[in-house]
């Protein structure tokens, strides 16, 4: 699986960015999928998951009820909508595939190059 990820920018605090993640070689629908986050100096860090299905969600706390996570098998997408962008949310974000459901960054085994978000005050 190869991840590719796109739709980063500059946007100002309070505004709404979405990032997405095109999959291509294996199909994506049996994997977990999820968002991390890398900000300057700071370890990469969870920000949220989606189950194969769509149905379970999970988020960091730091994002619960600003970002949203969907995904489209059939497009072997799947996509971060994020709301009232805070200048803590800058970071480079990755997408990532996995087996297992998990926050847990080792237990991701495929990952995009990142895209970057940065949030200006």
């Known amino acids: 699986v190869q991840l590719q990820a796109f739709g980063g920018g500059l946007v100002q605090a309070g505004g709404s960015l979405r990032v997405s993640c095109a999959a291509s070689?294996?199909?994506?629908?049996?994997?977990?999928m999820a968002w991390f986050r890398q900000a300057p100096g700071k370890e990469r860090e969870f920000v949220s998951a989606?189950?194969?299905?769509?149905?379970?969600?999970s988020y960091a706390d730091s994002v619960k009820g600003r970002f949203t996570i969907s995904r489209d098998n059939a497009k072997k997408t799947v996509s971060l909508k994020m709301n009232s962008l805070k200048p803590e949310d800058t970071a480079v974000y990755y997408c990532?595939?996995?087996?297992?459901?998990?926050?847990?960054?080792?237990?991701?085994?495929?990952w995009g190059q990142g895209t970057v978000v940065t949030v200006s005050s």
């Open positions: 070689g294996r199909i994506i629908s049996g994997y977990v």
């Open positions: 990532a595939a996995g087996s297992s459901w998990s926050v847990r960054e080792e237990e991701y085994d495929y």
């Open positions: 989606i189950n194969w299905s769509g149905i379970r969600t």
